[in-house]
Every structure is written in structure tokens, then in C-alpha cells.
T-cell receptor, first 117, second 113 residues
Framework: AQKVTQAQTEISVVEKEDVTLDCVYE???????LFWYKQPPSGELVFLIR??????QNEISGRYSWNFQKSTSSFNFTITASQVVDSAVYFC??????????????FGKGITLSVRP | DTGVSQDPRHKITKRGQNVTFRCDPI?????LYWYRQTLGQGPEFLTY????????KSRLLSDRFSAERPKGSFSTLEIQRTEQGDSAMYLC???????????FGSGTQLSVL
């Protein structure tokens, strides 16, 4: 069975601080996909990134970066120089590759990030 | 591209009543997904369609739940004989087969009194 653990439930930072959101996953599959989604107060989940299990290269996109380490089954997300607009709930998710990357996502419980001015 | 739309946004019903929700995916997308999200939890997969075929149903989906996508476009999710435990946000998403990401709607918030 697949499982995604986001041990942090709430994080509060002051604007311009860096913040890292942790994600640990469990799966018996050798081929899988990892995702991060953002859910702002409006409620609509927004895709941030997808990584497949064969690609352990770290990714940077503007102020966002992701660190994927198969050895520790972790896929952590860092926001550099946080802004108030980053305030949201962030979900890490996992899917099995055999049925297609988006066939069925298993989500973690989410981390509520509050960025104070 | 008008995004994924869900109707209604909110539904309040009494225990034992039947409710139906509608989801209109992004028009070019052939896959459609239903998820359920309760307060403080991540979305839980319920079912998904490729075109009009329902390819997978979660064990969470009891026989009181049924979903359809009759012409491979919009989808409906019906809950019969609602229970208080059905209170949740019901999320719809769509994608291309093999697409990188899901596009989510704003959800239907169901409250069962």
C-alpha cells in the first residue's frame, strides 16, 4: 500500500524567510510519481511539480525548489524568500506509474503554511 | 480554457436524502477524477473515468455512491441515503491521458444534517 506522510501540520514564518516542507513516502512500486500541489484559501488545488522515480535531479523553479532522495524516501519542498501569497495548504502526493501517472493519487494530510508580513 | 467547473458549490441536505453533483471538465481532457476531502485531510481518491469508461473505484466508494460520465464529457456523482459521515468537500479533476498534472475544480461542499 502507498502512504504519504507530511509530519509538519502547520508552519508559520515571517515574510522573506526560507521554509522547507517535508514529505516522506512509502511504496512497494519501483516506478512511481511524486507531486506537490498547493491549495490556497480559494480551495482549488494547483499543481506545482511532478517527479518520476527515475529522476533524482533536484528541481528549481524561481523561489521554489524540490529535493528528491530515494535513499530516504523523501521529496522535500523549499520556498526561498517566502511571500504572503505563499500562504496555503501544501500537499505531497504519490501515484503508481503502471496505470498512468495521474490515475490515482495518494495525498498526504497537507501542511498549512502561514507567511506573516 | 474555462477550467473545471463543479455545481453546486454548496449543498446542505438532511440525512437519508439523495444528492447529485455535477462536474464539467476541461473540454479537451479525456480523464475525469472524483476525490473527497474532509477537514484537515488530503484529498482521497474515489473514482476515475477515461472517456465514458469508469476505470477504477476506491473501496471507499460504498454502494450508496455512483458516478457516471455518459458521453465522456461531464460527470455526475450521486450519493443515496446520505449519512453525516458523507459531509465533505467533493473535488473533481480532469487531465489528458498521460498528462503531467490534474486540473481541479473548486469542489462541492456537502453538509449532511
Amino acid at each position: 500500500a502507498q502512504k504519504v506522510t507530511q509530519a509538519q501540520t502547520e508552519i508559520s514564518v515571517v515574510e522573506k524567510e526560507d521554509v522547507t516542507l517535508d514529505c516522506v513516502y512509502e511504496t512497494r512500486d519501483t516506478t512511481y510519481y511524486l507531486f506537490w500541489y498547493k491549495q490556497p484559501p480559494s480551495g482549488e488545488l494547483v499543481f506545482l511539480i511532478r517527479r518520476n522515480s527515475f529522476d533524482e535531479q533536484n528541481e528549481i523553479s524561481g523561489r521554489y525548489s524540490w529535493n528528491f532522495q530515494k535513499s530516504t524516501s523523501s521529496f522535500n519542498f523549499t520556498i526561498t524568500a517566502s511571500q504572503v501569497v505563499d500562504s496555503a495548504v501544501y500537499f505531497c502526493a504519490l501515484s503508481e506509474a503502471w496505470a498512468g501517472a495521474n490515475s490515482k493519487l495518494t495525498f498526504g494530510k497537507g501542511i498549512t503554511l502561514s507567511v506573516r508580513p | 480554457d474555462t477550467g473545471v467547473s463543479q455545481d453546486p458549490r454548496h449543498k446542505i441536505t438532511k440525512r437519508g436524502q439523495n444528492v447529485t453533483f455535477r462536474c464539467d471538465p476541461i473540454s479537451e481532457h479525456n480523464r475525469l477524477y472524483w476525490y473527497r476531502q474532509t477537514l484537515g485531510q488530503g484529498p482521497e481518491f474515489l473514482t476515475y473515468f477515461q472517456n465514458e469508461a469508469q476505470l477504477e473505484k476506491s473501496r471507499l466508494l460504498s454502494d450508496r455512491f455512483s458516478a457516471e460520465r455518459p458521453k465522456g464529457s461531464f460527470s455526475t456523482l450521486e450519493i443515496q441515503r446520505t449519512e453525516q459521515g458523507d459531509s465533505a468537500m467533493y473535488l473533481c479533476a480532469s487531465s489528458w491521458d498521460g498528462g503531467e498534472k490534474l486540473f481541479f475544480g473548486s469542489g462541492t461542499q456537502l453538509s449532511v444534517l
